[in-house]
């Protein structure tokens, strides 16, 4: 391995490999910051450019593209309280409400540093654990993935903890939106009302913008306020946020990172489930989890740390089994093959020298992403200083051009506006428009993984679940579900204990000593 490090090392600061690293990070996070423009979408359209470099500078540049991409997401999830890619979806629960207190610079160098730093620990598991991850990412199948899955769902517990019964509608509602279009197992069109467009099915990300991005621009024009939120700059707002990772998040980068890079490598996982699962473990062990959603800095720390580790945990099965574990992996996977590179364990012996300076490029490049991410930040808070009624027509003209562009399909403009009223309406009554989007984006995987399963039974001639018993990762993974499930509730069991001990408590001790 050394033998391939050290002159991967100098490919790093060749000039033009620096200034591919700083190009693509820099539109990467443009890219990611624009509700509707994904982390696949920036780094497919630059494939093409691709083919008049070497393999190296390419792979360099793609890299670049897509760990900017990734952290770019949150900054409009903080800024206008709109992912910019799906795996921001939990960015917003913290993110937003620090906005709205006047702390957008705190929210946004908390994302930047965590996101750094989830991408390290997901490169150093890429270098060091390649081989034997991708050997236990070939143990899931269909039962391992559904579980999977049903694990992700249950942080709804966790999520709506505070009013469950809200959460769990809100779940359900998201499931059943998952459903509308072609049954994945038989073929069948579902909840299409005989229009034709719906067999498509309701995507993603046109429904995440209306839940998150229309619902907020509604709320905004009818509260009549002057600016997108208030914003003075906090003196030594980095130098704050530095210390809070440090002292108090340490725990939570590196469980959220280890949690990111394992997702990651799981074909078909993502970031948003990577992302969810981190935040709802952070919230789970936490001596105070009612501050979540109200601001705090360890909900962001958790998320964005999940979702850049994901970047190493997707590129291990890529790279040594030509697996692609995300859709951007499967992009750069293209890339490689048409460069006439092969993928699998022979990549790091025969390309050495392009599979080590790939591999050392993203920790150049998660280190370059905290200057050129300060850089940007600072211009992107200045949104919050225009006035709201403009900051609005943009926030509309860019979720309508961002949904069109993904299938060329006006249904999915329909879907913005639909799910804008939906999501404004549910914030009026309660309704936990998170819990909702975490079902329909893991509605789709659970069904999906579920009828493998079914599918599995009948060929081995037993039931579906004799074959979810027979994997110890589906047992392992059905044990958290119900571990999940029931945290909530031996948490409330135990804060009204404590309640009640201090209801019964002296007065005396309750008020303290006396005055002199």
């Known amino acids: ?44 359209l630059m494939v093409p450019a691709t083919f008049a470099m070497d393999a190296t500078s390419g792979l360099i540049m793609l890299g670049a593209i897509y760990v900017g991409a990734i952290y770019g997401g949150s900054n409009s999830a903080v800024l206008i309280c709109t992912p910019g890619t799906p795996s921001s979806v939990a960015t917003t629960f913290d993110g937003w409400p620090l ?21 390290i620990v997901g490169t150093v598991m890429l270098l ?5 991850l991708a050997r236990f990412a070939l143990q899931f ?63 993603v ?29 906090t003196p030594g707002a980095l130098k704050k946020v530095f210390h809070a990772l440090t002292s108090r998040c340490k725990v939570i980068l590196m469980r959220s990172s280890i949690i990111g890079g394992l997702v990651g490598m799981l074909p078909g996982a993502g970031g948003e489930i990577a992302s969810i699962i981190a935040y709802n473990e952070s919230k789970r062990w ?24 994901v970047i190493g945990g997707a590129l291990i099965p890529m790279l040594t089994l030509g697996i692609p574990g995300s859709a951007v992996a499967a992009v750069i996977l293209g890339a490689l093959l048409a460069k006439g590179i092969q993928p699998g364990f022979k990549v790091f012996t025969a390309t050495g020298d392009l599979a080590y300076t790939f591999i050392m490029s993203q920790f150049a490049v998660n280190l370059l992403m905290i200057p ?40 999915d403009v329909w879907i913005v506006i639909v799910f804008g009223f939906i999501g404004y309406f549910s914030n009026l009554v309660g309704l936990d428009t998170g819990a909702m989007a975490l079902g329909i984006i893991l509605g789709p995987m659970i069904e999906e993984n579920l009828g493998r399963c079914v599918h599995l039974s009948k060929a081995s001639g037993g039931s579906v679940i004799a074959v979810f ?45 006396p005055h002199a």
């Open 141 to 203: 199948g269909g039962p391992e993935n559904f579980w999977l899955c049903i694990f992700g769902l249950s942080t709804i517990a966790v999520m709506s903890s505070g009013n469950m019964v809200k959460g769990l509608l809100g779940g359900a509602l998201g499931l059943l939106v998952s459903t509308v279009g072609i049954d994945p197992n038989v073929g069948v069109p579902r909840f299409t009302f005989g229009y034709y467009p719906l067999v498509q099915g309701i995507e």
């Open 1 to 44: 391995m050394m033998e391939f490090i050290w002159p991967a090392i100098g490919h790093l600061f060749e000039p033009l490999n620096i200034f591919l690293m700083i190009v693509g990070l820099t539109g990467g996070i443009i890219v990611g910051a624009l509700p509707g423009l994904t982390a696949t979408m920036g780094v497919a």
């Open 469 to 513: 018993f027979e994997s110890p990762i589906a047992v392992l993974l059905m044990a958290l579900t119900a571990l999940s499930l029931l945290t909530p509730l031996f948490l409330d069991w135990k804060r009204k204990r404590m309640e009640a001990k201090c209801a019964c408590a002296p007065t005396s001790l309750k008020e303290g000593p």
């Open 128 to 132: 060091f654990l390649a081989a034997p």
């Open 205 to 233: 990300i046109p429904a995440m913008i209306g839940l998150f991005s229309f619902s907020q621009v509604l709320y905004l024009v009818g509260s009549h306020k002057p600016f997108l939120a208030d914003y003075v700059p």
């Open 286 to 309: 936490d001596k105070h989890p009612e501050r979540y959603g109200t601001g705090v800095v360890e909900g962001l720390a958790a998320s964005e740390s999940a979702n850049n580790a």
């Open 99 to 119: 906005c709205k207190s006047g702390h957008a610079d705190i929210g946004l160098f908390t994302s930047l540093l965590s996101s750094s730093f989830g991408g």
């Open 372 to 411: 050129v991410g300060l850089f940007l930040a600072r211009i992107m808070t200045k949104l919050l200083s225009i006035r709201l009624t403009f900051v609005a027509i943009g926030i509309v003209v860019l979720s309508v051009i961002g949904a069109y562009a993904i299938r060329n399909s006006m249904l």
